[in-house]
């Protein structure tokens, strides 16, 4: 136990505000290598940070295992994420513009970043799913077991979900463009139908 709190008698017993606060700075790294993966930037990823971190000191008290603070903190980004998504799919994205009138960069060529331009593009193609299930792996180093527990569904479809996912980022990072890339979960419809 680390002291942040404990489970007495099935009532969770008082968060000590200082202890949790250093729990919650001790996770800020990971959490924003998560994030901005995640929301594909930093400055997005740096936003769902803070909303987390806000939503996590408000809801402090309903953390029944303190040694889970890491996935607690992923489960109330992740959810963040896929509430912002939803949000965004009504209004469509918004930008001001005026900000950007006078920005020299935007008039300078960028440096050639292409393999991370790539990525990120295919990263972005991913469904909020997969691309939750390559974070757990390849930027957390999660197992298996680990991310099934995190989750709340079986190994098995971990490591579905995972090749799935990997399947579709190498198709589109080996250049198959968009409409030709088979739709993993539609593809796997159709082959049950057909038998």
């Known amino acids: 136990m680390t002291g942040l709190g404990s489970i007495q008698d099935g009532a969770v017993q008082k968060t000590d505000p200082r202890q949790f606060s250093s729990a919650l700075i001790a996770q800020l790294p990971a959490l924003r290598r998560y ?83 790539d990525l990120t593009a295919a990263m972005s193609v991913l469904s909020a799913e997969h691309r939750h299930i390559l974070l757990l792996v390849g930027i957390d180093g999660m197992s298996y077991r680990d991310i099934a527990e995190e989750l709340g569904i079986p190994i098995g479809t971990v490591m579905s979900r995972l090749a799935r996912a990997r399947e579709r980022l190498r198709s589109l990072l ?22």
């Open 35 to 117: 994030a901005a993966a995640l929301a594909g930037g930093v400055a997005a990823g740096d936003d769902l940070v803070q909303d987390c971190l806000e939503r996590a000191l408000r809801q402090a008290d309903t953390l029944r295992d303190p040694g889970r603070l890491a996935a607690w903190l992923r489960s109330i980004l992740y959810n963040l994420y896929v509430d912002e998504l939803r949000r965004r799919r009504g209004r469509g994205i918004e930008e001001d513009i005026s900000a950007l009138a006078d920005n020299s960069a935007l008039s300078v060529p960028p440096r050639d970043r292409g393999e991370f331009a």
């Open 174 to 195: 080996e250049g198959e463009p968009l409409d030709e890339v088979p739709n993993i979960e539609s593809l796997s419809a159709r082959r049950r139908l057909r038998q």
